[in-house]
């Protein structure tokens, strides 16, 4: 820290009020912006702050209202885009309330997870947003909660005791299935990846459901690698059992590492091979041709999950809430009718 840096930060409340000529208490509520202070003089105060370099100590003023005015958000992983957009939402309704996000990325390990969870419960957040790694218990997380600590899951939920935002899977499922279906898909595989979660459990059920409802094969669920290169080399598994028309995928990585994988094995997409991805990420859009894909709307349900802990913040004692968000199918340019195919 230069010395003059050093000298601002020594500034006081009592040092601004000399040279403005007012009380302390009327420079602490023009620091706080406060509406009980007449345009007047905020804006002298507002000049003397700014002349003297004054610098607002967010800390010591949270330690005195008991509050940190920062949001802990744990998130499996950085790689996909999703969870960018989840962010975005979040950080959108948060930051309006002058609170500051926390973001910390687990990297699905519930060891991880825990030790998260616990160094920002010594950091005082306000409260935390959480995806939860497939090893969660509930008596894990509901363990923060009962520390005093407002929690709400989003995407995954292992308890009821807590606020929750999600997505309409299985919905989006069906949307999916259905709209292959009208194409006249009868071979339609599911590439999934990843750890066993409940959004996990809700996508494999959802898909079962629409298939057995068409009396299709439900069971050609497909596992696939998850890192985006082994994603394209895994094609020839789709292809093991049968020979799908079509492949719903898990999510848009999974959708944009077969399609580089199907252009590698010679086939066209929307032409020869139908193609569609979950969440609709801004990837859908930019690839060639564009993905189809099931919308989750990710930045709505990170405003949903930011609204949920904003209320539980307000009123601890409320009962849990749910905020479960329907999809919509972004028809674009990877699919194409059965008929019109070579293969």
Not at 202 to 216: H, S
Request: with cysteine; net charge neutral.
């Amino acid at each position: 820290m230069s010395a003059d840096d050093h000298r601002k930060s020594r500034v006081t409340l009592l040092d601004v009020a000399r040279h403005a000529n007012v009380s302390r208490a009327t420079v602490s509520l023009v620091v706080r912006k406060s509406p009980l202070v007449s345009e007047a003089t905020r804006a002298k105060v507002e000049r003397v702050l700014h002349e003297l370099g004054y610098i607002y100590n967010m800390g010591a003023a949270s330690l005195r209202a008991e509050r940190s005015n920062t949001v802990g958000v744990i998130v499996p992983t950085l790689g996909n885009p999703f969870y960018g957009e989840l962010l975005s939402g979040i950080d959108s309704v948060v930051g309006e309330t002058g609170m500051a996000v926390i973001l910390a990325n687990s990297g699905e390990q519930f060891s991880r997870q825990s030790l998260l969870l616990q160094r920002m419960r010594e950091h005082g957040v306000d409260g935390i947003i959480a995806s939860l790694t497939a090893e969660t218990q509930a008596e894990c997380i509901e363990q923060i909660s009962d520390w005093g600590l407002p929690v709400v899951q989003v995407l995954r939920q292992v308890t009821d005791r807590l606020d929750y935002a999600g997505v309409d899977y299985a919905g989006g499922m069906q949307q999916a299935v259905d709209y292959l279906a009208s194409l006249g898909h009868r071979e339609i595989a599911f590439a999934v990846h990843g750890p066993v979660h409940s959004a996990y459990r809700e996508r494999i059920e959802g898909f079962r459901g629409a298939m057995l409802e068409r009396g299709l094969d439900p069971d050609l669920i497909v596992r696939v690698p998850m890192a985006m290169p082994d994603i394209a080399s895994a094609v020839p598994l789709l292809f093991e059992r049968k020979t799908p028309t079509a492949t719903i995928c898990f999510n848009d990585v999974i959708a944009l590492g077969l399609a580089a994988g199907l252009y590698d094995s010679g086939r066209v997409i929307g032409q020869d091979f139908s193609l569609v991805g979950f969440d609709d990420v801004s990837d859908a859009e930019a690839t060639r041709p564009r993905l189809t894909s099931v919308s989750s709307r990710p930045t709505t349900v990170g405003q949903n999950a930011a609204r949920l802990l904003l209320q539980r913040i307000a009123k601890p004692h409320r009962a849990p809430q749910q905020i479960v968000s329907k999809t919509y199918l972004k028809i674009r340019q990877s699919c194409g009718p059965v008929d019109a195919f070579t293969i």
